[in-house]
């Protein structure tokens, strides 16, 4: 499947950012980054305005950052379901809508590690249900407060209403994932 402008959702709710743009907090990345040591290139494919690539940057990570949007920051104009570029990890906050392919197209790019930060949701449903148990799942980092994203990294008033996690696939693990909490 590939994501174009055309793609952008459509017939969405006023609320809902048309491209899925909802920056990750620092603090989500630099919790990530003390439960998980990553090593080698590492790819944030989905990188926004660069709130993912800058905070791996200051642990010392080599990085490629890119998007479909131009939002300032990578190369842009990548659409990272129809790109084939091996790398040994990759960690992103991909838009929700596209979840299940972009970790299974990154499953297939990386040689080491993919995370993701995605709903907590993202465990249900039959499709993914068969990803589960095919795919290297090694952890869910599950935050125990809820993580404040906001549309297009505008913070706003309204508190957020959805649980998020980390989702880490390591190849080479054998074994049921394992869950974990992060309490800030």
Known sequence: MKISQAHSIQGVSKDREEND???????AVHELLKREKFEGLTWECACGDGAISKVLKEYGLEVYSSDLIDRGYGDVGI??????????????????????EFVQHALTQANKKVAMLLKIQFLEGIK????????????????SQRLKIYKKGVQQKNSTMMCFAWFVWEYGYEGEPIIDWIKE
């Open 21 to 27: 743009f909802y920056p990750t907090p620092p603090n």
């Open 79 to 100: 659409d990272f379901l129809s790109t084939y570029k091996k790398v040994d990890n990759i960690i992103t906050n991909p838009p929700y809508r596209y979840a299940t």
């Open 128 to 143: 993914r249900y068969e990803l589960f148990k095919t795919t290297p799942l090694k952890k869910v980092y599950v935050f």
